[in-house]
C-alpha cells in the first residue's frame, strides 16, 4: 500500500492538504502540534499509550472492543484513527470539519453494556473528554521523551492548541495544562482495572500483526516505550509488570528511529503537504526553527 495514499484517504473521502490555497486549518504552521504530529515514531508510542489509558476504563475498552474493526484489521482501524488526527492538524477547516462529522456519526451507533452490565455510549461526554486527554498526554509524553524536550511554554501552547479540534468532537472538558490531565485521570481512577483485553492488545502492538514480521523486535520496543510513560499508577491498576519494563536497547532503537523521522520528511505526507496551502516549503517543518520563522514572517509581510 501507497503509505501517502493511506494518509489522504478516509472512508472513500479524498483529503487534500495543500488545498484550498490559503484555508486555514484549526492549528496553524507555528504550532507545537505541527512540530510533533509530523513524527510518525512519536505518534506511535503516544498512540499505544493513549489506547492503554483508555483500556483502563471498562466502559472505553468495552466500546473499542466490541463495535469496531481492531481485533481483525488492527492496521486499518490504526490507521483511521491516525488520519482523523492528521486531518484535525494539518488539513483544512473544511476537510478536518468533514471527517470529524463522520467520526462523530459513527460514534453516534456505539452503545451497549460493559461485561459488568454498566451501560456506555461512546458520546457520553465523561468518555470522550478522557479519549481526547489521553492522545494530548500521549503524543506530547512521547515526543518530550523519545525525540526532543518540550519546553514548558510550548507544553502550555500545545494544550491550549488542542481545544478547536476537541470541541468538535463533542469534548466539554478542554485541557488546558498536564494539571487538568491529572485531575481527570485521578477522577476517573476507582475505575481503572486490568483486564485480558490490555494484554490482548499489546500482544497485536508486540507481534505487529498486520505488518512485517520481521520487525518484531521494533514493534516490542514500541510497546514497552509506550508502557514506559503511562503515569505509574495507572501501570500499576493495570497490572503491566516487569516484562514490559523499557530496557536500554529499547531505548536506543525508537530513539534512533525517531531521530531518522524527525530529520528526513516523508514524501507526500501531511506534514510536507500542508505547508503547501500556505505557501511554505514542503520542508518546511524540517527547516531549522530560526527559518521556519524567517519565511513565516516573510508571508505575514507578503498578506494584504
Not at 484513527?81 to 488539513?91: F, L, N
Request: glycine residues 8%; charged residues 20%.
Amino acid at each position: 500500500m501507497d503509505p501517502s495514499r493511506s494518509q489522504t484517504q478516509y472512508m472513500g473521502w479524498k483529503i487534500d492538504y495543500a488545498n484550498p490555497p490559503g484555508e486555514p486549518g484549526f492549528i496553524g504552521p507555528d504550532s507545537v502540534h505541527w512540530r510533533i504530529y509530523k513524527n510518525p515514531i512519536a505518534l506511535g508510542v503516544g498512540g499505544v499509550a493513549a489506547v492503554l489509558l483508555e483500556f483502563a476504563d471498562a466502559r472505553i475498552r468495552s466500546g473499542v472492543w466490541d463495535h469496531s474493526t481492531y481485533k481483525a484489521d488492527p492496521v486499518g482501524r490504526s490507521r483511521r484513527t491516525a488520519i482523523a488526527a492528521m486531518v484535525g492538524a494539518y488539513g483544512p477547516q473544511s476537510a478536518a470539519r468533514r471527517v470529524i462529522a463522520g467520526v462523530n456519526k459513527m460514534h453516534a451507533r456505539v452503545v451497549g453494556q460493559t461485561p459488568g452490565g454498566e451501560p456506555y455510549r461512546a458520546l457520553d461526554p465523561e468518555l470522550l473528554d478522557w479519549v481526547s486527554a489521553t492522545a494530548v498526554y500521549g503524543f506530547l509524553t512521547a515526543y518530550d521523551r523519545f525525540v526532543a524536550p518540550v519546553s514548558a511554554e510550548d507544553r502550555r501552547r500545545y494544550f491550549v492548541e488542542s481545544g478547536p479540534v476537541a470541541r468538535l468532537y463533542g469534548v466539554q472538558t478542554v485541557l488546558t495544562c498536564e494539571a487538568d490531565f491529572t485531575a481527570m485521570m485521578e477522577r476517573l481512577a476507582p475505575r481503572f482495572e486490568p483486564h485480558p483485553i490490555v494484554d490482548e492488545f499489546l500482544t497485536i502492538i508486540k507481534t505487529g500483526k498486520g505488518q512485517a514480521g520481521a520487525l518484531g523486535f521494533f514493534y516490542r520496543a514500541i510497546a514497552r516505550a509506550a508502557v514506559s510513560i503511562l503515569p505509574p499508577m495507572v501501570r500499576a491498576r493495570l497490572q503491566l509488570g516487569p516484562e514490559y519494563d523499557l530496557r536500554g536497547v529499547d531505548r536506543a532503537l525508537v530513539r534512533a528511529a525517531a531521530a531518522v523521522a524527525e530529520r528526513f520528511p516523508a514524501k507526500n505526507s501531511p506534514a510536507t503537504r500542508a505547508p503547501l496551502r500556505f505557501g511554505l516549503p514542503a520542508n518546511f517543518l524540517y527547516l531549522s526553527r530560526e527559518r521556519q520563522a524567517e519565511l513565516l514572517t516573510a508571508r505575514l509581510r507578503q498578506c494584504p
